[in-house]
């Protein structure tokens, strides 16, 4: 077998073997992921707080507490604690989906220690949080039961509605 016999036999069986797999899938780049825009904060306002019915100290979120649900409540979820003199508290919440709610239950201080308890439960059990006083500042962390029912522990700042 001469050198270009064997040059033609080495060629030909290389363009049989690159056509011979045409059935096979040619590797393909992934196409790029779609753009995904950030959902934007809505700019509408939440209804108003009702007035107090009675004396009690008004702590509220600054505005940042509850943000993540801003967009599920179609405007800020603002949030506030209400601590009555009788030791009643309510955690109240207004936003523009559901309007104004309020979670009632009662509070125990010693010194700047705060235990609050709900009235309300679910099936994992009671709802408890505790604050702390610091300054005009009430830092609260609730219980695994409500953190997973989408309660956010955070710092509510003393209004100057407190009546």
């Not at 934007?40 to 505005?63: K, Q």
């Not at 604690?81 to 009632?104: D, P, V």
Request: glycine share 10%.
């Amino acid at each position: 077998m001469t050198f270009s016999s064997s040059l033609a036999v080495g060629l030909s069986a290389l363009i049989s073997l690159s056509t011979g797999c045409t059935d096979s899938t040619q590797p393909v780049e992934p196409p790029a992921p779609p753009l995904v825009s950030q959902p934007t904060a809505p700019s509408a306002l939440p209804p108003a707080f009702p007035a107090l019915s009675r004396a009690g100290v008004i702590y509220e979120d600054p505005g940042s507490i509850y943000g993540l649900f801003s967009t599920y409540h179609g405007s800020r979820l603002a949030s506030r604690y209400i601590l009555y003199e009788n030791g009643a508290l309510g955690l109240q919440f207004s936003g523009l989906r559901f309007g104004f709610f309020e979670y009632a239950g009662k509070y125990s201080r010693a010194d700047s220690l705060i235990t609050f308890s709900f009235n309300d439960s679910n099936t994992a059990g009671p709802w408890e949080a505790t604050g702390t006083l610091r300054g005009d500042s009430l830092s609260v962390r609730y219980n695994i039961v409500m953190g997973m029912a989408d309660f956010v522990d955070g710092v509510y700042v003393r209004s100057a509605e407190t009546q």
